[in-house]
């Protein structure tokens, strides 16, 4: 166990429907990093957060994809009409501005899409 | 673009060898490389990381080498077990303001045989 917890573990929706993960990262990180895996593939940035600042935003990223960090802590990620290529495993990571950019990971959120 | 590959996507080895693990990029100058394990369904785990202007580094039983003329990383683990059985990462990052965004390989999938 990391110390970065993500919830929900696992969603299933349906097509066209909205979904929201959210991820407490370690309490002292202000740095949050969102990524997505599919199977075989490394995880691939989406999005960075340092305290409640989004400063990067991948192109992968969408606008049906939204993430927050309101109060510098936990992060919601959002995605909205879903369809069936966003199926994947979602990551989330934090790190410390006192350290080389070792992240730490949670357990993920894996979204299947049908 | 920014390119980075994993020698194979498999690696199988006898316990007690050493397992080398190859990184190789293209358009890119990172300000460092990581290395990370993933077992089945978890998140990736920080492992090592190694700076632009280091020749190697290591912890326990792992050695990681950085050739930034060949653009190349070797990840060594040596007397593996079989559980060091996971799959391995390797990741780049820029470093400097732009703490993001780091870029992941596919990974390679090891397995020491007992």
């Known amino acids: 166990d990391t110390g970065v917890s993500q919830d929900p573990r696992h969603k299933i929706t349906k097509r066209g429907q909205n979904v929201t993960f959210r991820c407490d990262p370690i309490s002292e990180h202000n740095r949050l990093y969102w990524y997505r895996q599919t199977l075989g593939q490394g995880p691939e940035f989406l999005t960075y957060?340092?305290?409640?600042?989004?400063?990067?935003k991948s192109r992968l990223l969408s606008d049906r994809f939204s993430a927050e960090r309101p109060k510098g802590s936990f992060s919601t990620l959002e995605i909205q009409r879903t369809e069936q290529g966003d199926s994947a495993m979602y990551l989330c990571?934090?790190?410390?501005?006192?350290?080389?950019?070792?992240?730490?990971f949670g357990p993920g959120t894996r979204l299947t899409v049908l | 673009s920014q390119k980075i590959e994993q020698n194979s996507e498999a690696l199988n080895i006898q316990e007690g060898k050493t397992a080398t693990l190859t990184c190789n990029y293209t358009n890119y100058s990172p300000a460092y490389l990581q290395w990370y394990r993933q077992d089945p369904g978890r998140g990736p785990v920080f492992l090592l990381l190694?700076?632009?202007?280091?020749k190697e580094k290591r912890k326990e039983r792992l050695k990681v080498t950085f050739d930034t003329t060949l653009k190349q990383s070797l990840f060594h683990i040596t007397a593996s077990q079989p559980a060091d059985s996971a799959t391995y990462l390797c990741a780049l990052g820029r470093g400097g303001g732009s703490q993001g965004n780091l870029i992941f390989g596919k990974g390679t999938k090891l397995s020491v045989k007992p």
């Open positions: 190694i700076r632009e202007n280091e």
């Open positions: 990571a934090s790190s410390s501005v006192w350290t080389d950019n070792e992240q730490f």
């Open positions: 957060f340092q305290n409640e600042a989004q400063l990067e």
